[in-house]
């Protein structure tokens, strides 16, 4: 406990304290024992002690003192020592705190690991107050006076070192105060270091305090006069001079034309830069329009009173010269006149600028220094005979000087397609500025935030672009301005006599980037353009012919980024690039061609792996390729339909139609296929054109366009068939299956998987095989309710889907197995199952599986009477359903979710739930989801005490239900449970068709809420 802690602070002298009370010992001996013992990790001999404190004194007198000396400090301390008759030793397990030892475990805290910890070091100076026993000594104990200096030496240096690094880190991050603080602790162990004096008085002139920075310097002179008959060294009297010519509030920026927006992580990185010794070069690097001007002047600003001699900006656009020579001449004059510089015309401009610059503490902002490579010497020359000097750049190209530390500025954060409130975003704010001084107020409609958010996203956040943009506000809409951009290019201008010429229009700005490449690099960039997204070295070499010298060019122009080990434009300059390329038509047909020959091998070598073991891997990497795989997709189903075009579409639909399913993409996979099956049916290529339709149909079915999808399959499986297609005949009719089995046509749907698997045998077609197994295993188990020749299904599937490797195949097995063991009534054997299926769904990144295994972890949960958890399972699943469109399977979900809330007698949220499920069965024309829907209406009906409306719709299951044996089963046991005596009369009519009496449902007894 902290009142019976022993605490001994050593470090400015030799305070003892028992909780919160000085201990009270009697001699200074018995106190120098008792630190002695403590700062030892070991036990000594009584004779060792009796020479260390009575080394004057007879063996015999010096025992017998210490005898005394320990029996008094045994009455007051005992738990703190051991004392035996040989040897004594402090309790190192004890209560107690030693500063000595905290010292050092920060200092060793402080090592750990690959960078100091300055955190750890601040606080072990804290506790260095002064001197190991500082003012504390004992007479006639000559031993323990020598043990005594050689501990306070030891540890002194250790302090002295400790403050030297935090002193130094002061200067590196600009903590002035700290770092007075730290330094004026350091003279006090060390006053005659001169290096500490002159960072003493740099810090005092850097908190603004020069007098007093001064003042230091004049009294430093005269202790070294007087103690020492020394003057300062040459190095401190050059400090003093600095110090006296100081101005670090100067500087020369252009007052701001408004509030600078973002940039936050941009500036800290820049302060951070500047703030270390080992970074004086800093090239903020980007296109033109980037905001690089704005955000070097951001980061000027708020280094104004950092550098003694203050910030100077030199703006360079616009000065032209005609040699190196010149250009260097002309670069260190316009640095010159920022400065307020007059050259005497003695020698060159570069030499006497650097003259100035040599005993100055500035920090230069260059600004538009692509007008000036050439002279990238002369920044290298004020590195090196400058020291105190550090640079701040803006250019198009990178300035390739070892010294230079490179940020390659990118477009403003953009607003996310899920943000509720785009205006978070920096790229929105800035639009909403710029649009506020041309008088307008944002959102001025609920409209606006899409439209802003595709006008950020076109411009993809750069400030100048958003400019421009906002510039059209007084005379359109945000929609109007998106859609103009979309256009063209060339909307993006403005005559606002605030913009440079070379800013007033985006096209201007790319042209005048465009002008600094060589012929080669525009020929580059030209081909490059087809790239829609971030594209590979081998992609660019492929489909461009561009070398690797070529595109690190381009980067360095700021033509091109590189990040993640690929490369990528900015869509603004893609755009721009792909005009100069659209003016060179054969160019252009080439490079899409090779761009499409490039992505047709890339998907085809991950084909297979899209079916196997490597699943994940694969779909991660056509991920990180999609939107060029867009793109040539979008090239291919263009006209004329040439036989380029065609052979790719050929070689990559299996693998993008594998793709789009196993991502959930199912809207984007549908849209995708009919455009290209639009395409292709003016080729008269009936064979390619049936390989897509019934891939466009398999999209339709999951999204639920039932009657699409049915002649979309009808027409490919006859092609498919005088074609002699065996495997993609295969798919098709096992896809066919599945639209009769979800629309209940349970005799069709067993024929189709039937002829699938036999098909898929023919040929050897695993997966073809183990697909139609599954299939057929769950309409025998629904039209049958017998489950054993399912079961030897699922099983056979499953070893099939292993054998693959396909984890996706595994993990629907392993769902289904649970939902024969729920059927059996083993509700915790099926929930295993349903997690085990969840683990892989969720490692292959699947959404529909994801899904469909949270709802039958909600079914499971229902059936074991965990009604909250079933909610929130099934709440999940449903989100997950409506996300990718899958209606079918959220109607599904909605009847799990309203049958939920009826066996935990929440009657409300079940009209809810199943009113909403039947309208979707309604819409799908899905005969199977509406019988199903309607079994579990009636459970509603009768908690509402509507016996007989629930009588008669159990009825109309009853009959209509058919082959379903599996759903006559469940009518059955719901009926069962109908109380017999009741029998209230029954409405005056009952429709007795399916979709009449849905639509009666969910316009009348489910539009009402009814109390039990």
Same mark, same amino acid.
């Given at each position: 406990m902290m009142e019976n802690r022993l605490t001994l602070r050593l470090l400015g002298g030799g305070e003892i304290l028992l909780g919160d009370k000085t201990v009270a010992l009697r001699t200074?001996?018995?106190?120098?024992?008792?630190?002695?013992?403590?700062?030892?990790?070991?036990?000594?001999?009584?004779?060792?002690?009796?020479?260390?404190?009575?080394?004057?004194?007879?063996?015999?007198?010096?025992?017998?003192?210490?005898?005394?000396?320990?029996?008094?400090?045994?009455?007051?301390?005992?738990?703190?020592?051991?004392i035996d008759r040989q040897t004594v030793a402090f309790n190192h397990d004890s209560d107690y705190w030693l500063d000595v030892n905290a010292f050092t475990a920060l200092l060793e805290q402080s090592r750990r690991g690959d960078e100091i910890n300055y955190d750890a070091l601040a606080e072990a100076a804290a506790l260095f107050r002064g001197n190991f026993l500082e003012g504390f000594h004992v007479r006639e104990a000559r031993g323990f006076e020598e043990w005594a200096l050689l501990e306070r030496e030891h540890l002194q240096r250790q302090a002295i070192n400790t403050l030297l690094t935090l002193i130094n880190r002061a200067q590196e991050t600009f903590q002035p105060q700290a770092g007075i603080e730290y330094a004026a602790r350091l003279l006090k162990l060390d006053p005659f270091n001169e290096r500490v004096h002159r960072q003493m008085m740099l810090f005092l002139a850097r908190d603004g305090?020069?007098?007093?920075?001064?003042?230091?310097?004049?009294?430093?002179?005269?202790?070294?006069?007087?103690?020492?008959?020394?003057?300062?060294?040459?190095?401190?009297?050059?400090?003093?001079?600095?110090?006296?010519?100081?101005?670090?509030?100067?500087?020369?920026?252009?007052?701001?034309?408004?509030?600078?927006?973002?940039?936050?992580?941009?500036?800290?990185?820049?302060?951070?830069?500047?703030a270390r010794s080992d970074c004086r070069l800093i090239?903020?690097?980007?296109?033109?329009?980037?905001?690089?001007?704005?955000?070097?002047?951001?980061?000027?600003?708020?280094?104004?009173?950092?550098?003694?001699?203050?910030?100077?900006?030199?703006?360079?656009?616009?000065?032209? !010269? *005609?040699?190196?020579?010149?250009?260097?001449?002309?670069?260190?004059? #316009?640095? +010159? =006149?920022?400065? /307020?510089? &007059?050259?005497?015309?003695?020698?060159?401009?570069?030499?006497?600028?650097?003259?100035?610059?040599?005993?100055?503490?500035?920090?230069?902002?260059?600004?538009?220094?692509?007008?000036?490579?050439?002279?990238?010497?002369?920044?290298?020359?004020?590195?090196?005979?400058?020291?105190?000097?550090?640079?701040?750049?803006?250019?198009?190209?990178?300035?390739?000087?070892?010294?230079?530390?490179?940020?390659?500025?990118?477009?403003?954060?953009?607003?996310?397609?899920?943000? !509720? *409130?785009?205006?978070?975003?920096?790229?929105?704010?800035?639009?909403? #500025?710029? +649009? =506020?001084?041309? /008088?307008? &107020?944002?959102?001025?409609?609920?409209?606006?935030?899409?439209?802003?958010?595709?006008?950020?996203?076109?411009?993809?956040?750069?400030?100048?672009?958003?400019?421009?943009?906002?510039?059209?506000?007084?005379?359109?809409?945000?929609?109007?301005?998106?859609?103009?951009?979309?256009?063209?290019?060339?909307?993006?201008?403005?005559?606002?006599?605030?913009?440079?010429?070379?800013?007033?229009?985006?096209?201007?700005?790319?042209?005048?980037?465009?002008?600094?490449?060589t012929k080669e690099e525009q020929a580059a960039a030209r081909r490059l353009s087809v790239f829609h997204g971030p594209f590979r070295r081998d992609a660019a070499v492929a489909v461009a012919g561009v070398s690797l010298a070529d595109l690190l060019a381009l980067v360095d122009k700021s033509l091109l980024r590189r990040e993640n080990g690929c490369f990528s434009a900015h869509e603004l300059l893609r755009q721009y690039a792909a005009?100069?390329?659209?003016?060179?038509?054969?160019?252009?047909?080439?490079?899409?061609?090779?761009?499409?020959?490039?992505?047709?091998?890339?998907?085809?070598?991950?084909?297979?792996?899209?079916?196997?073991?490597?699943?994940?891997?694969?779909?991660?990497?056509?991920?990180?390729?999609?939107?060029?795989?867009?793109?040539?997709?979008?090239?291919?189903?263009?006209?004329?339909?040439?036989?380029?075009?065609?052979?790719?579409?050929?070689?990559?639909?299996?693998?993008?139609?594998?793709?789009?399913?196993?991502?959930?993409?199912?809207?984007?996979?549908?849209?995708?296929?009919?455009?290209?099956?639009?395409?292709?049916?003016?080729?008269?290529?009936?064979?390619?054109?049936?390989?897509?339709?019934?891939?466009?149909?398999?999209?339709?079915?999951?999204?639920?366009?039932?009657?699409?999808?049915?002649?979309?399959?009808?027409?490919?499986?006859?092609?498919?068939?005088?074609?002699?297609?065996?495997?993609?005949?295969?798919?098709?009719?096992?896809?066919?299956?599945?639209?009769?089995?979800?629309?209940?046509?349970?005799?069709?749907?067993?024929?189709?998987?039937?002829?699938?698997?036999?098909?898929?045998?023919?040929?050897?077609?695993?997966?073809?095989?183990?697909?139609?197994?599954?299939?057929?295993?769950?309409?025998?188990?629904?039209?049958?309710?017998?489950?054993?020749?399912?079961?030897?299904?699922?099983?056979?599937?499953?070893?099939?889907?292993?054998q693959l490797g396909d984890k996706v195949g595994v993990a629907k097995l392993l769902l289904n197995q649970g939902v024969l063991a729920q059927t059996d009534g083993e509700y915790a054997q099926a929930k295993r199952l349903y997690e085990e299926s969840l683990q892989l769904y969720r490692e292959a990144a699947y959404q529909y599986g994801v899904s469909a295994a949270l709802s039958h972890l909600g079914q499971a949960a229902t059936l074991l009477e965990a009604y909250d958890e079933a909610r929130e399972l099934l709440e999940q699943s449903l989100a997950l359903h409506r996300e990718s469109g899958n209606r079918p399977a959220a109607a599904a979900t909605l009847r799990q979710l309203g049958r939920a809330m009826c066996r935990s007698g929440q009657s409300a949220a079940a009209r809810q739930y199943l009113a909403e499920a039947l309208q979707l069965a309604h819409e799908l024309r899905s005969d199977r989801l509406a019988l199903e829907i309607l079994a579990d209406t009636a459970v509603y009906l009768r908690q509402t005490e509507r016996a007989a409306l629930a009588r008669a719709v159990l009825d109309f299951v009853r009959v209509e239900c058919g082959d379903n044996q599996e759903l006559l089963v469940y009518v059955q046991s719901v009926a069962a449970d109908f109380d017999p005596a009741a029998s209230p009369a029954l409405p005056a009519v009952v429709p007795a068709a399916l979709y009449e009496l849905t639509t009666y449902l969910i316009h009348d007894a489910l539009a009402r809420t009814m109390s039990v």
């Amino acid at each position: 406990m902290m009142e019976n802690r022993l605490t001994l602070r050593l470090l400015g002298g030799g305070e003892i304290l028992l909780g919160d009370k000085t201990v009270a010992l009697r001699t200074r001996k018995m106190k120098a024992l008792l630190v002695f013992l403590a700062m030892r990790k070991r036990p000594f001999t009584r004779e060792q002690l009796a020479e260390l404190l009575w080394d004057d004194r007879e063996s015999g007198q010096g025992l017998a003192n210490l005898r005394s000396l320990l029996s008094t400090l045994r009455r007051s301390l005992k738990p703190w020592l051991h004392i035996d008759r040989q040897t004594v030793a402090f309790n190192h397990d004890s209560d107690y705190w030693l500063d000595v030892n905290a010292f050092t475990a920060l200092l060793e805290q402080s090592r750990r690991g690959d960078e100091i910890n300055y955190d750890a070091l601040a606080e072990a100076a804290a506790l260095f107050r002064g001197n190991f026993l500082e003012g504390f000594h004992v007479r006639e104990a000559r031993g323990f006076e020598e043990w005594a200096l050689l501990e306070r030496e030891h540890l002194q240096r250790q302090a002295i070192n400790t403050l030297l690094t935090l002193i130094n880190r002061a200067q590196e991050t600009f903590q002035p105060q700290a770092g007075i603080e730290y330094a004026a602790r350091l003279l006090k162990l060390d006053p005659f270091n001169e290096r500490v004096h002159r960072q003493m008085m740099l810090f005092l002139a850097r908190d603004g305090r020069r007098h007093t920075a001064l003042a230091h310097y004049e009294q430093l002179r005269r202790m070294l006069a007087q103690e020492m008959q020394l003057a300062p060294l040459p190095e401190t009297e050059a400090v003093y001079r600095r110090v006296k010519t100081a101005n670090p509030d100067y500087h020369n920026l252009p007052p701001p034309p408004s509030a600078f927006v973002g940039r936050l992580p941009e500036l800290a990185w820049i302060e951070g830069g500047l703030a270390r010794s080992d970074c004086r070069l800093i090239t903020i690097g980007g296109p033109g329009g980037i905001g690089k001007t704005r955000l070097a002047q951001a980061a000027a600003r708020a280094q104004v009173g950092r550098f003694l001699n203050g910030v100077v900006f030199t703006p360079l656009a616009g000065l032209q !010269a *005609d040699s190196a020579a010149e250009t260097r001449e002309a670069a260190a004059t #316009a640095v +010159a =006149a920022s400065l /307020g510089l &007059s050259f005497q015309g003695q020698d060159t401009a570069v030499n006497e600028l650097i003259d100035y610059l040599r005993q100055r503490e500035t920090l230069l902002v260059l600004d538009n220094f692509e007008h000036f490579l050439a002279a990238a010497g002369l920044l290298r020359q004020i590195l090196q005979e400058a020291p105190d000097v550090k640079l701040l750049i803006t250019s198009r190209e990178r300035l390739r000087l070892p010294e230079e530390h490179l940020l390659d500025l990118g477009g403003l954060p953009q607003p996310e397609e899920d943000t !509720a *409130d785009i205006f978070q975003s920096e790229a929105a704010q800035l639009f909403a #500025a710029c +649009a =506020a001084r041309t /008088g307008m &107020s944002l959102p001025a409609g609920p409209e606006d935030g899409p439209a802003v958010r595709r006008i950020c996203r076109l411009t993809q956040g750069v400030p100048l672009a958003l400019e421009l943009a906002a510039s059209w506000l007084r005379a359109l809409t945000c929609a109007e301005i998106a859609a103009e951009i979309e256009d063209s290019l060339s909307f993006l201008a403005s005559s606002a006599p605030h913009l440079p010429e070379r800013h007033r229009s985006m096209q201007a700005v790319f042209d005048h980037s465009w002008q600094m490449l060589t012929k080669e690099e525009q020929a580059a960039a030209r081909r490059l353009s087809v790239f829609h997204g971030p594209f590979r070295r081998d992609a660019a070499v492929a489909v461009a012919g561009v070398s690797l010298a070529d595109l690190l060019a381009l980067v360095d122009k700021s033509l091109l980024r590189r990040e993640n080990g690929c490369f990528s434009a900015h869509e603004l300059l893609r755009q721009y690039a792909a005009a100069h390329l659209a003016e060179r038509l054969e160019e252009k047909e080439a490079a899409e061609e090779a761009r499409g020959r490039y992505y047709a091998r890339f998907l085809q070598r991950r084909e297979e792996s899209l079916g196997g073991a490597a699943q994940a891997d694969a779909l991660a990497d056509i991920q990180a390729e999609i939107e060029n795989i867009h793109a040539a997709w979008r090239w291919a189903v263009c006209q004329p339909l040439t036989q380029a075009k065609r052979t790719f579409l050929d070689d990559v639909l299996e693998a993008l139609y594998l793709f789009y399913w196993l991502s959930s993409w199912l809207q984007e996979g549908h849209t995708a296929f009919s455009r290209a099956a639009a395409a292709v049916n003016q080729t008269g290529d009936t064979l390619l054109a049936a390989r897509i339709k019934w891939r466009q149909g398999e999209f339709g079915l999951w999204l639920g366009h039932y009657e699409e999808a049915e002649a979309l399959f009808t027409d490919s499986i006859v092609v498919l068939r005088c074609a002699g297609q065996t495997v993609e005949l295969a798919k098709a009719v096992e896809a066919h299956g599945r639209l009769h089995y979800w629309r209940g046509r349970f005799a069709p749907a067993r024929r189709c998987f039937a002829e699938s698997l036999r098909l898929s045998r023919e040929v050897g077609f695993l997966a073809g095989q183990a697909q139609a197994l599954n299939s057929l295993a769950n309409v025998l188990s629904e039209e049958t309710a017998d489950y054993e020749t399912p079961r030897r299904h699922y099983a056979e599937s499953l070893a099939l889907y292993r054998q693959l490797g396909d984890k996706v195949g595994v993990a629907k097995l392993l769902l289904n197995q649970g939902v024969l063991a729920q059927t059996d009534g083993e509700y915790a054997q099926a929930k295993r199952l349903y997690e085990e299926s969840l683990q892989l769904y969720r490692e292959a990144a699947y959404q529909y599986g994801v899904s469909a295994a949270l709802s039958h972890l909600g079914q499971a949960a229902t059936l074991l009477e965990a009604y909250d958890e079933a909610r929130e399972l099934l709440e999940q699943s449903l989100a997950l359903h409506r996300e990718s469109g899958n209606r079918p399977a959220a109607a599904a979900t909605l009847r799990q979710l309203g049958r939920a809330m009826c066996r935990s007698g929440q009657s409300a949220a079940a009209r809810q739930y199943l009113a909403e499920a039947l309208q979707l069965a309604h819409e799908l024309r899905s005969d199977r989801l509406a019988l199903e829907i309607l079994a579990d209406t009636a459970v509603y009906l009768r908690q509402t005490e509507r016996a007989a409306l629930a009588r008669a719709v159990l009825d109309f299951v009853r009959v209509e239900c058919g082959d379903n044996q599996e759903l006559l089963v469940y009518v059955q046991s719901v009926a069962a449970d109908f109380d017999p005596a009741a029998s209230p009369a029954l409405p005056a009519v009952v429709p007795a068709a399916l979709y009449e009496l849905t639509t009666y449902l969910i316009h009348d007894a489910l539009a009402r809420t009814m109390s039990v």
